[in-house]
Antibody, heavy 121, light 107 residues
């Protein structure tokens, strides 16, 4: 069964940068679309970004496009999210998740445990 | 962007009763719909995908139905472990979108 472990969260000032990582194990990583989903404190779920198995296709929510970059290293079974120009409304728990289904778009299972990003002055 | 609207926002149900949660899409998502359960302080868990297919290990008391723009998650007989927030999600179009959630609480 697949397992995902998120890391890299922390406290950052507005305008700053942070890089999140997600370590995958227990499945053939390079055959799955991977995604990031976030959840602001006390709020619902928001899809952030996705990347194809080979890393050649990427997708972003409008709220993060141009500021966030998703990438993957299939040799290390690792997913990353580089977050630049951070804003207070980026404050959230960030989850990596595996995308199910045969298309690039799918459901999310499994999920990492999440890593908290706090953007504040 | 496809907007997913869940109702009601809060559902008060007694243990053993049936719970019916609704999810409406602003345009057709075909059968590309999933449901998740999230307990307080925990990671979301996939319950159902492709409208009605239960994920591995999900009890049969959870069932999904619908197509196009109207979807339903039914919990046939609520157990204490089922009190949580439930989200629907469409994966028919980019960007992928979630509903705002339905909180199922003890009556």
């Amino acid at each position: 069964e697949g397992q995902l472990v998120d890391s890299g969260g922390g406290f950052v000032q507005p305008g700053g940068s942070l890089r999140l990582s997600c370590a995958a194990s227990g499945f053939t990583f390079n055959t799955y679309v991977m995604t990031w989903v976030r959840q602001a404190p006390g709020k619902g779920l928001e899809w952030v970004s996705a990347i194809s198995g080979g890393g050649d296709s990427t997708y972003y929510a409008d709220s993060v496009r141009g500021r966030f970059t998703i990438s993957r290293d299939n040799s290390k079974n690792t997913l990353s999210l580089q977050m630049n120009s951070l804003r207070a409304d980026d404050t959230a728990i960030y989850y990596c998740a595996t995308s199910g289904g045969v298309a690039l778009r799918g459901w999310f299972d499994p999920w990492g445990q999440g890593t908290l990003v706090t953007v504040s002055s | 962007e496809i907007v997913m609207t869940q109702s009601p926002a809060t559902l008060s149900v007694s243990p053993g009763e049936r719970a019916t949660l609704s999810c409406r899409a602003s345009q057709s998502v075909s059968s590309n719909l999933a449901w998740y359960q999230q307990k307080s302080g925990q990671t979301p868990r996939l319950l159902i995908y492709d409208v009605s297919t239960r994920a591995t290990g999900i009890p049969a008391r959870f069932s999904g139905s619908g197509s196009g723009t109207e979807f339903t998650l039914t919990i046939s007989s609520l157990q204490s472990d089922d009190f949580a927030v439930y989200y629907c999600q469409q994966y028919n179009n980019w960007p992928l979108t979630f509903g705002g959630g339905t909180k199922v609480e003890i009556k």
